[in-house]
């Protein structure tokens, strides 16, 4: 295995301003999805794509909690999935009458951004709907990623296509050769510079393995069909996959949570898997700025949460960062104060447009008042520090500064910081 390595490089003096910059688009009061049985206030695992035409595509699920799975008095008489129930209602899930679990929503922008249409339905199964992400294909159709879980231990990797622009959807398609337990995501498939779509999940793809692998599948007919071209192992649970291109069929690749990465020199058919870096990172998402800096924006264990970018100027083989706390290595800082959840989309003009919900909605209160927020952000051209920029309609944007600024409330139990 080869090694990653880091630099530290310049100060993380963002200080306050992310708080002024930032715009909420979803959450109390603000463009709320439709009341049904389930739904409590919860609003995360957000996704965001622009399309050619320029426009903007939001997608979220709702529920009643960190994760809303169906519950009803049937569910609740199995012994094992009231088990499951019963140590998820001991970190703050209620116990409330959800019969399909939280559903995922889209909205639109046509303005960059300012304006957003209220969230419709984009996809309400029998089960919870997680973690919608849309990618623009080749052709001009649209794939929409997510995954659907119920008890006690059940998680599908789904996708569905659009060939109307994201007015009408495809009934749910599953991924043939998927292992039944798979597709805890965090963001949609990519399509390569030759239009092959390439999509990671994690599952139970070595049936010889006693942990989760990373499945890599990939199409050459937008996404009419996927062959699983490879699977990435570890002594070890992988999770969360992210995946970008840097070149010409040369991709590189980040997994949750030793920070293991992977590299491919033919659009993903194989790949070589470094040694663990023990950074600490969860919900990775790798966008390639168009000055060559790759970024990764994530969430840190080491940091106890917020949202962070590393910084890499050769395609993910050395990592910047501001700095380390007892030879910690972390990202510069983006929100420090939110869960940790992000989605990046680059804009036209090179800034990165992240939306990210604001608590992990664990404690009940913050579940109830879950928000997503949107902001910009550019990245330096010698991948040494980034520069928070206002959101389309942020108090920032409006000429207005924030210097009173609230604090998470929320937590995580694997953070250790739930209130």
Not at 13 to 26: L, N
Request: contains cysteine; proline residues 7%.
């Amino acid at each position: 295995m080869s090694q990653v390595s880091s630099r530290s490089i310049g100060v993380d003096t963002t200080g306050d301003r992310h708080y002024a910059c930032r715009r909420m688009i979803v959450g109390p009061w603000v463009n709320q999805p439709e009341e049904y049985e389930g739904y409590n206030g919860f609003v995360g695992w957000a996704g965001i794509a622009r399309t050619r035409a320029g426009r903007w595509l939001l997608t979220f699920t709702s529920g009643l909690w960190h994760a809303t799975l169906p519950w009803t008095e049937e569910i609740r008489r199995d012994p094992e999935c009231r088990a499951r129930f019963e140590a998820w209602h001991a970190l703050g899930l209620p116990d409330m009458y959800a019969p399909r679990g939280g559903r995922a929503h889209i909205m639109h922008s046509d303005d960059e951004g300012l304006t957003w249409s209220k969230p419709t339905t984009l996809v309400d199964t029998d089960s919870d709907d997680r973690h919608p992400g849309i990618l623009e294909l080749a052709d001009g159709s649209l794939m929409c990623t997510f995954f659907s879980s119920r008890f006690p231990h059940c998680s599908v990797a789904r996708y569905m296509l659009s060939r109307d622009g994201g007015e009408s959807w495809s009934e749910p398609i599953g991924l043939p050769g998927s292992p039944p337990h798979a597709g805890f995501g965090n963001g949609p498939a990519i399509t390569l510079r030759d239009g092959t779509v390439v999509w990671a999940t994690r599952g139970a793809f070595d049936p010889d393995q006693p942990h989760d692998c990373i499945g890599v599948m990939r199409s050459r007919d937008h996404a009419r069909t996927f062959e699983l071209a490879a699977t990435i192992k570890a002594d070890r649970h992988l999770s969360e996959p992210t995946i970008v291109e840097v070149a010409d069929q040369v991709l590189t690749m980040a997994i949750r949570r030793e920070g293991d990465f992977c590299y491919s020199q033919d659009g993903g058919l194989s790949w070589e898997h470094t040694a663990s870096t023990g950074w600490g990172i969860y919900d990775p998402h790798l966008v390639m700025a168009p000055n060559g800096v790759l970024a990764l924006f994530h969430g840190s264990y080491l940091k106890e949460g917020g949202i962070h970018v590393l910084l890499s100027p050769d395609g993910g083989r050395t990592w910047h960062g501001p700095g380390s706390d007892a030879g910690v290595v972390y990202g510069y800082s983006v929100d420090p104060g939110v869960y940790g959840y992000c989605h990046p989309m680059l804009l036209p003009d090179g800034t990165v447009y992240l939306v990210y919900l604001h608590t992990g909605g664990h404690a009940p209160a913050d579940a109830r008042s879950e928000a997503i927020w949107g902001l910009r952000v550019s990245v330096h051209d010698d991948a040494g520090g980034i520069d928070i920029l206002p959101a389309a309609g942020s108090p920032a944007d409006r000429g207005r500064e924030i210097t009173d600024a609230s604090l998470m409330y929320g937590g995580d139990p694997e953070l250790g910081n739930l209130p």
